[in-house]
């Protein structure tokens, strides 16, 4: 399994992005797709992930201001991040997990896509 993610970049306070990621390869039907970010000197940590179902699990840190989605016959998953903060400013990964049923999970990591934030 491959993950492609785009849509990082440099925006102002109080601005929009939206990351994209793509999945690419043979991927099992029990699977969540989502976003982590890092900081300079932080641990990574889930922005937000989502289950094939399409129920969302967001970060409190975020909830209210990001928003993530699917597109299952895509492989995609989205995250649509408004009221940007500078406390926002990491480089984003896509992350996929899956399993078969009754099996452990495979975790995959998108490249890493810079959103920073500042004016």
């Known amino acids: 399994v491959q993950l492609q993610a785009s849509g990082g970049g440099l925006v102002q306070p109080g601005g929009s992005l939206r990351l994209s990621c793509t999945a690419s390869?043979?991927?099992?039907?029990?699977?969540?797709m989502g976003w982590y970010r890092q900081a300079p000197g932080q641990q990574r940590e889930l922005v937000a992930d989502i289950v094939m179902s399409g129920t969302p699990n967001y970060a409190n840190s975020v909830k209210g201001r990001f928003t993530i989605s699917r597109d299952n016959a895509k492989n995609s998953v989205y995250l649509q991040m408004n009221s940007l903060k500078d406390d926002d400013t990491a480089v984003y990964y896509c992350?996929?997990?899956?399993?078969?049923?009754?099996?452990?999970?495979?975790?995959?990591w998108g490249q890493g896509t810079l959103v920073t934030v500042s004016s």
């Open positions: 390869g043979s991927i099992f039907s029990i699977n969540v």
């Open positions: 992350n996929l997990r899956h399993r078969r049923p009754l099996s452990a999970w495979y975790e995959f």
